[in-house]
């Protein structure tokens, strides 16, 4: 194995371990603060892979925005910072056999959708300039879509932490 091929494997291991934290850990901020991670040594894999754009596009929407979104939604929405029995729903079994299930078609459908598929990394064809044309030719729509949803998230947020909205008496007008 060489050096880059190292590298991606324990970014990879990273990934998986943080990944299993994230769902597993009883408290809200940890899980938040390991997507971080998890979503961080993703961005490592794609800079090993060549893949420079899409590494800071992880970086800035991912752990830049939804992150940082999701951590101001515990914190409007007044959510217990630290171990909460709430979090956890006792189906832990459940959820196991359905993560193992969706993993195992996902796993399927990518490798026999991409089992004779090749790009050479090396070509300009693969290069940033490529790729942003097609991100922003093509995938605009769902950007922007994303946008909206995150924004609707976010005033939800603030709507739900408000304490004044039911305190006014009837013949009050604001």
Same mark, same amino acid.
């Given at each position: 194995?060489?050096?880059?091929? !190292?590298?991606? /494997? ?5 990934? $998986? *371990?943080? %990944? ?14 390991? $997507? ?6 993703? &961005? ?14 992880? @970086? ?6 939804? @992150? ?31 993560? =193992? ?12 959708? #991409?089992?004779?598929?090749? /790009? ?6 693969? *290069?940033?300039?490529? =790729?942003? %044309?097609?991100? #922003?030719?093509?995938?605009? =729509?769902?950007?922007? &879509?994303?946008? /909206? ?8 947020? !603030? ?6 909205i039911g305190a006014q008496s009837d013949g009050e007008v604001s």
């Open positions: 194995m060489s050096g880059p091929e !190292i590298v991606f /494997v324990l970014l990879g291991i990273v990934a $998986l *371990g943080s %990944a299993v934290l994230v769902v597993t850990t009883r408290q809200l901020v940890h899980a938040a603060l390991w $997507l971080v991670v998890t979503l961080g040594s993703l &961005a490592g894999c794609f800079l090993v892979l060549t893949a420079e754009l899409v590494a800071w596009v992880q @970086v800035l929407i991912y752990v830049g925005a939804v @992150v940082v979104l999701l951590l101001f939604g515990i914190m409007l929405t007044r959510a217990p910072i630290g171990r909460s029995s709430d979090v956890d729903s006792g189906n832990r079994w459940a959820a196991l056999v359905v993560a =193992l299930g969706t993993a195992a078609t996902l796993v399927t459908v990518v490798v026999s959708g #991409f089992r004779n598929a090749y /790009v050479d990394l090396g070509t300009p064809a693969g *290069g940033a300039k490529t =790729l942003g %044309a097609s991100i #922003f030719r093509y995938w605009v =729509l769902p950007f922007e &879509a994303l946008s /909206v949803l995150l924004l609707a998230a976010l005033i939800g947020a !603030i709507v739900l932490s408000r304490t004044d």
